[in-house]
């Protein structure tokens, strides 16, 4: 069984930063698409970025592009999510969910297998 564990979340204000670390047990990451989902009270969960397995193809959500950047690091055996220039409206729980097969769509998250508890990201305005 695949274990996911997300940190680095925090409170931060706006304008500011923080980077996301999900830990996948397995010791290949590089073969499962990693993506990164969040939801905010109330409301639906939301596609943020996803990084493709075996093509490492990224792909991000709207709300993000050109604020956060998701990465992989083969060695450690995470997928990272820097995100800057935070606003209000990125105060979310973070979690990171993991797909053994090939994922047609990576926003669509019922298509991953795995998923992590998820870490509050909350942003002072």
């Known amino acids: 069984q695949v274990q996911l564990v997300e940190s680095g979340g925090g409170l931060v204000q706006e304008g500011g930063s923080l980077r996301l670390s999900c830990s996948v047990s397995e010791r290949t990451v590089s073969g499962y698409t990693v993506g990164w989902f969040r939801q905010a009270p109330g409301k639906e969960r939301e596609f943020v970025a996803a990084?493709?397995?075996?093509?490492?193809?990224?792909r991000y959500g709207d709300s993000v592009k050109g604020r956060f950047t998701i990465s992989r690091d083969n060695a450690k055996n995470t997928v990272a999510l820097q995100m800057n220039s935070l606003e209000h409206e990125d105060t979310a729980v973070y979690s990171c969910?993991?797909?053994?097969?090939?994922?047609?769509?990576?926003?669509?998250?019922?298509?991953?297998?795995?998923w992590g508890q998820g870490t509050q990201v909350s942003v002072s305005s």
């Open positions: 969910a993991a797909g053994r097969r090939w994922i047609p769509d990576t926003s669509v998250w019922n298509d991953y297998d795995y």
């Open positions: 990084i493709e397995s075996p093509t490492s193809k990224i």
